[in-house]
């Protein structure tokens, strides 16, 4: 049984690290998909089955690597309850330190806790030497401030962020986001850093980049009215990108340039292309009420000024149409929401069931393999208690032989040969075990009364306890031996127990150790033990002949 036990616990630790393995194998594999693909991450990171059986390290990289994915895709970290806990847990195995100040600011300002979010990432500055993990740090303090429309105090963490060394591109973000923040509090050295962002934007040949920056600087030089200057911006937008140029939204910016400089005609091409712009965008399905409501305000301002006569029906039919539109998306999500419900509900019964499937064919396969191991060490331990029934019976059957060979105590008391004493003594006795008895009523091969006893005595159904007397058995000891008995006990009584008293008795008789195991219904085993312990307790020898010894040693 021990052997069963000890197989079904491998068994079961196997499964168990497997899957281990592979739970945290899936988890890890979004690792890399987190900056490249965060929707696909999302994906894999819900397929997992069975998350409440997943260990700590990967619950807290599974809450981790979720909650970086919804950075990554803009979403709200609001619903990231674990989160805090996931950071907690990294900071005290000394991991990912600046990352989870980053990811704490970040679900922090999610939950309108701007202040904290500041205090966190305070914290974060105070702990991390990293020049490029403390520039982190400081942008995304920016943003928190620039969230809480605190720009002087977000210009402020940027031009300290600009004091470390960086690439081009990040060069170009940081100067763009500082001229931006200047700009927003009326700051004229917003240029300044407008003009440097987008120089380090073309010096890296991010030729995107350098037209977002343009068209955020040519808005602040239109709302600044420099709209000749605005213009020029946006035509060299045109000139770097040509198909950025014919976007509906710069050139709404164009036209209202256009008509503050008194540029009608300018006004209604810029409009003319902005509508057909808007129209394409629309047919994309990338429809945009803010868009199209500056492109009417516009067309109605061009209108006005051009002295033709306003309406404002189109706009509020477009208003009409894209209230319809809502409302149809709403009933539409609405109804795929309920699908997902149901879909999502009957696919978690699916894997309920999966999983009953699962244990119920792991139990029966585990029930099979200890039915079939029980059944093997039943069939074993059975050969075995057999063979060695069978082994007894051959002793004992052997030394019936041997005691019916012995001769007749000879009645004038003359010594008798050593091995003639032994015999006789064994049958003195077999005829206590009743074995001799049976022999002489009724002699024959097949008398089953004998067999039934041997097979009694060396089963140990019948105790031989029970029906040797020793107190007779020890005067033939004596006789036979020299007085065995006597000397034993005057020399070793205190030492030696009953037991083993009589076992030096039978060793003296001539008995083998199978022997004797087969008169006291003991093993092997424990007869060599108790061999061993009689040495010790009389200072033999090991190994040497304790009746040979007893004999040496004078009383």
């Known amino acids: 049984m021990k052997l069963t036990k ?85 900071r005290t195995e000394n991991e990912k330190v600046a990352d989870s100040y980053l990811l704490e600011a970040s679900y922090l300002n999610w939950k309108d806790k701007g202040e904290d979010a500041v205090k966190a990432i305070d914290k974060g500055l105070t702990e991390i030497s990293d020049s490029v993990k403390r520039v982190q740090l400081l942008v995304a303090k920016a943003g928190v401030l620039e969230h809480q429309r605190k720009y002087d105090q977000a210009a402020d963490v940027l031009k300290e962020a600009l004091t470390y060394g960086m690439s081009k591109r990040q060069l170009a973000i940081l100067n763009y986001k500082l001229g931006l923040n200047l700009s927003l509090l009326g700051d004229g050295h917003s240029e300044y850093y407008y003009d440097k962002g987008i120089r380090s934007a073309a010096e890296n040949g991010d030729t995107a980049l350098a037209c977002e920056i343009m068209r955020n600087y040519a808005d602040y030089l239109a709302n600044n009215g420099q709209y000749s200057r605005s213009n020029d911006m946006f035509y060299q937008i045109g000139q770097m990108m040509p198909q950025a140029a014919e976007l509906s939204a710069i050139q709404m910016s164009m036209a209202g340039n256009y008509i503050n400089m008194h540029r009608l005609d300018s006004a209604r091409i810029c409009i003319d292309r902005a509508i057909k712009s808007e129209t394409e965008l629309e047919a994309e399905g990338f429809a945009n009420i803010a868009r199209r409501a500056e492109l009417e305000q516009k067309r109605f301002l061009l209108d006005y000024a051009s002295g033709k006569s306003v309406s404002s029906v189109e706009f509020a039919r477009f208003f009409d149409s894209i209230m319809t539109d809502m409302q149809a998306k709403e009933n539409t999500l609405a109804r795929r929401q309920e699908t997902k419900n149901r879909l999502q509900a009957a696919n978690y019964e699916l894997k309920l069931s999966k999983q009953r499937m699962g ?52 009645e004038k008391g003359k010594d008798l040969p050593q091995v003639e004493d032994d015999a006789f003594f064994k049958k003195i006795l077999l005829q206590q075990l009743g074995i001799i008895r049976l022999v002489a009523s009724t002699p024959t091969n097949q008398n089953q009364a004998l067999l039934k006893r041997i ?80 040495r010790k307790k009389i200072g033999a020898a090991e190994g040497q002949d304790i009746v040979a010894y007893i004999n040496s040693v004078k009383g």
């Open 359 to 410: 244990w119920m064919l792991s139990v029966a396969m585990l029930l099979l393999i200890v039915g079939g191991m029980g059944g093997y060490l039943y069939y074993r331990n059975r050969i075995r208690q057999l063979a060695e029934a069978e082994d007894r019976i051959d002793t004992l059957t052997r030394m019936l032989e041997e005691a019916q060979k012995a001769p007749v105590e000879n």
């Open 6 to 90: 000890i197989f079904l616990l491998c068994l079961i630790s196997i499964l168990f690290s497997c899957k281990e393995n592979l739970n945290e194998g899936v988890i890890s594999d979004t690792d890399t998909l987190l900056v490249n693909d965060p929707k696909r991450a999302i994906a894999i990171l819900d397929s997992l089955e069975q998350v409440s059986s997943l260990n700590e390290k990967e619950r807290m990289h599974l809450v981790w690597n979720r909650a970086l994915a919804h950075q990554a895709l803009g979403l709200s970290l609001a619903e990231d309850d674990q989160l805090m806990e996931a950071i907690v847990y990294y």
């Open 455 to 534: 097979s009694g005595i060396s089963g140990g159904e019948i105790p031989t306890d029970s029906l040797l007397i020793w107190s007779d058995l020890y005067p033939v000891i004596n006789r036979l031996y020299d007085n065995f008995h006597a000397r034993l006990s005057s020399q070793y009584a205190d030492a030696l127990t009953e037991k083993e008293v009589q076992i030096c008795c039978l060793l003296c008789a001539g008995f083998s150790t199978k022997e004797i195991g087969v008169i006291t219904q003991q093993s092997d085993a424990t007869i060599y033990v108790r061999k061993t312990s009689i």
